[in-house]
Each structure stands twice: as structure tokens, then as C-alpha cells.
């Protein structure tokens, strides 16, 4: 049985629903030194009061026989709302038929009592039927609790798979461009080679003509020169001469950016690597840029806006990946022709990067899940939804944050921001 002492607050609240006066001081009478007791003489002042959240009852005791809405429809009528399908209701009443008893308890209530009734027997009930409450509650409580944990292991588990398929991932790429990188930098070493010896040879070549040109010049034979400069003209030699070491220089140059862009090869070949060091982003970036170069070119234009940074101690090939990702969202944003504008910067305490589209834009209801998992507003088949969730965690991991504004029609801008200086566990330095 419920001791509670009358001037605790907390102890359980009983409502009274019955029409008749009698009825209702008897059972004051009975419950007031136990719980806290609520009135109410007809089944539309009881909805009144459940209907205010506070206080609910936790238990209800209900007449059958009532004018206008009897117990039986406000019984029924209680077990469709949610906020009192689970109070527990006993119905008193002065009808004892088999019939009466068996349709309540159809209806859904706990508990048949009939009149007049045994205080004692009632209190007993009444005690039991609250402590069956208190257990279910807790019940719920420690499902809620249970499935809460559920979750969040649900989601570290999530999060670990998806580290563990980047982590594939990033091996296969690195595996693929470390091949590529090593097939390629054989043959690209013997072509520049033979580019430079090329450039000796012809310049040999030149200073050879050259003398030709002054011996002729100096024993002029009227038909050796005749014939000379019919052969220069006819081989264009003045266009052989001006164009041959520009062709030479063109060439090397070429040779020159694919010689960058196996670095940056190698440098992607290390994905995986866990090794922090002390970065120059810009290169970073540069680097990137190499890489995605064939995604952007055709309908974008670069604009690079970089400030002072310091070295940042870092994971640059993780780095990396998050700017690939965030660039190449934003050349597939743009359907036309625009702008992507790289902007760097600083302040005492972190360095930000900001890459900013002018493309179709995100809409405000798809702002707040851009970074979960799995979730992506491309077209089937053009997204997985990992990259926004693989870069947040990348960025996390250095202690620092993204953040992103769009409107639709206008473009977006991700900004990403990471402190100054942390330690080789990834956390801010002191």
C-alpha cells in the first residue's frame, strides 16, 4: 500500500470521477490520507483536467453510471489519447454483473470494484495497480534509455564502417596512382632526356647554318647562292628557325607539369598515411587542383584568392581528400559555365579555407543533412553521400569545423576551418 505522507508533493494523484456527492466524499475520505486527490462530477470536467498536463493523474477511479458521457465512453475515449492511454483506470460502480465486469475490462481498464465497496480491499488495489504503473513506467524509461544506447552504438558502428570503406578506398586509389605514377615517370625521364639533347643538337644545328650563311657570304658563288635560297625558301628555314626552339621550350614545359602532376600522384598514392606533419596548404591545394584538373577545366573557372598561412601541423593527404571533395561538388553544381574562388586566410587562433561556387545551389531543407552519411541530392548513380560525412570526420579529427551557406540559384560556399597549432594527437596545443 502507498504510505506516502500527506504533505509530500510527490506522491501519486488519484482522480475521482463520479456524479454523485456521497460517492465522492467517501472516497475522499478513504484515499486523502494516502495521495493527493482530484474531483471531477461529470466525464467532460475529467477531460478538463487530464487535458492539463500538470497535474496528470496517475490513477483514475471511474463511475459507469453517469449522465450524458457514461464511464464506459469515457473510458474508451481515454484509451485513444496518448497522453492517457497508459493511466491506469478502475472502474467503481454499483453494477456486478459478470457482463458489466467483462465489457470494462474489454475497454481497457485495470480493475472492476463494486459498490459499496471495502476501504481496505480498495486502498490494496489501488496501491498495487500504482506500483504496476511505476514498473512499467520505469520500463519504458529503461527501453527509452536502451534504444537511446542502441542508437548511438548504431551510429558509432555506422561511422566505423564508413571509415573502414574509406579506408578501402583510399587504399585502392592510392595503390592506382602509385602504379600510374610509377609507369608513367620511366618513359617521361628518357623523353626529357632526349628533349634536352634535342635542344643542344638544334642549337648545334643553328650555329652551323649560321657559319654556312658567312662563308657563302664571304666566296659568293652566284649559283651555290641561287640554289641556297631557293632551299631556305622552299623549307621556310626563317619559320624553322624562330619556331624550332619554342616547340623545344613548349615541350619541356609539358614535360615539366606532368612531371607535377605524378608528384601530386604520389602524394594521393599516401591517402591512408596517418603521419602528421607540419603542411604548406596552398601546395595542398595546388596539388588538388592537379589532380581534378580534368573535372574542372571545361566549365569552370579557377579563382584563387590565397592570404598568409602558416604551415599547418596536419595530415595533408587527408586534407587533400576533403578539398577534392569539396571541389568537385562544386564543378558538378555548375551546369553551365562558372566560377569556383578558393579563398584562404587567418587569425591568431585558426586558418580557414573557403571554396565558393556559382552553381545551382542547396535548398534550406537539405542544409542541415548535407553531412550525414549516405544522403546525397545528386542523381542515382552520380553519389554514394560519403564524401560531405568522410570530410566533416576528417576535418573533426584536426580539431576543427565546416560550415556551409547556400541559396538556391546563386551558388554555395564551404568553409572550413582549423586551428593554428595541435598537437601530433590531433587536439589544440597549449
Known amino acids: 500500500m502507498n504510505e506516502a505522507n500527506p504533505s509530500n508533493p510527490s506522491k501519486s494523484i488519484i482522480l475521482i470521477v463520479d456524479d454523485e456527492p456521497t460517492n465522492i466524499a467517501v472516497l475522499g475520505n478513504v484515499l486523502l490520507p494516502y495521495y493527493t486527490v482530484l474531483v471531477a462530477n461529470s466525464a467532460n470536467v475529467a477531460l478538463q483536467i487530464i487535458d492539463n498536463p500538470d497535474p496528470n493523474p496517475d490513477l483514475i477511479l471511474l463511475d459507469i453510471m453517469m449522465p450524458e458521457v457514461n464511464g464506459y465512453e469515457l473510458l474508451s475515449l481515454l484509451k485513444t489519447k496518448p497522453n492517457t492511454a497508459n493511466i491506469p483506470v478502475i472502474l467503481i460502480t454499483a453494477l456486478d454483473s459478470d457482463n458489466d465486469e467483462k465489457h470494462g475490462l474489454e475497454l481497457g481498464a485495470v480493475d472492476f470494484i463494486g459498490k459499496p465497496f471495502n476501504p481496505m480491499t480498495l486502498l490494496a488495489r489501488i496501491a498495487t495497480h500504482l506500483e504496476l504503473k511505476n514498473a512499467r513506467d520505469a520500463l519504458a524509461n529503461q527501453n527509452a534509455l536502451l534504444e537511446s544506447e542502441l542508437n548511438r552504438r548504431l551510429q558509432e558502428n555506422q561511422q566505423i564502417q564508413l571509415q573502414l570503406l574509406q579506408s578501402e578506398k583510399m587504399a585502392a586509389i592510392g595503390q592506382l596512382s602509385a602504379g600510374i605514377a610509377h609507369e608513367i615517370n620511366n618513359p617521361i625521364g628518357f623523353v626529357n632526356s632526349n628533349l634536352n639533347a634535342l635542344n643542344q643538337y638544334v642549337t648545334q644545328l ?33 619559320f624553322l ?11 619541356l614545359e609539358g614535360l615539366m607539369r606532368v612531371r607535377a602532376i605524378i608528384q601530386d600522384l604520389k602524394s594521393f598514392s599516401h591517402l591512408d598515411n596517418e603521419i602528421w606533419e607540419q603542411a604548406d596548404i596552398h601546395k595542398c591545394l595546388d596539388s588538388t587542383l592537379n589532380i581534378i584538373w580534368n573535372e574542372v577545366k571545361y566549365n569552370c573557372s579557377i579563382i584563387k584568392q590565397y592570404g598568409e598561412l602558416p604551415k599547418l601541423y596536419c595530415l595533408p593527404a587527408q586534407l587533400n581528400q576533403v578539398f577534392m571533395n ?39 531543407e537539405h542544409l542541415s543533412r548535407l553531412f550525414d552519411p549516405f544522403f546525397t541530392t545528386k542523381p542515382v548513380g552520380k553519389g554514394t553521400g560519403l564524401g560531405l560525412s568522410i570530410s566533416q570526420s576528417i576535418v573533426q579529427k584536426h580539431a576543427g569545423r565546416i560550415e556551409v551557406e547556400s541559396e538556391l540559384g546563386k551558388g554555395t560556399c564551404f568553409r572550413i576551418f582549423l586551428p593554428i597549432t595541435i598537437d601530433n594527437h590531433g587536439s589544440t596545443a597549449s
Do not use: V
Not at 647554318?209 to 631557293?230: F, G, V, W
Not at 553551365?336 to 542547396?362: P, V
Open 206 to 238: 643553328f650555329q652551323l647554318l649560321a657559319a654556312y650563311e658567312s662563308i657563302i657570304a664571304s666566296h659568293p658563288d652566284p649559283l651555290a647562292t641561287t640554289k641556297m635560297r631557293t632551299l631556305q625558301a622552299e623549307n621556310n628555314l626563317n
Open 241 to 251: 628557325l624562330s619556331d624550332t626552339p619554342q616547340l623545344i621550350e613548349e615541350s
Open 326 to 364: 569539396l571541389l568537385i561538388n562544386a564543378a558538378q553544381a555548375i551546369t553551365d559555365k562558372g566560377e569556383i574562388t578558393i579563398t584562404t586566410g587567418c587569425n591568431a587562433n585558426e586558418a580557414w579555407i573557403s571554396i565558393s561556387d556559382t552553381g545551382q545551389g542547396i535548398s534550406a
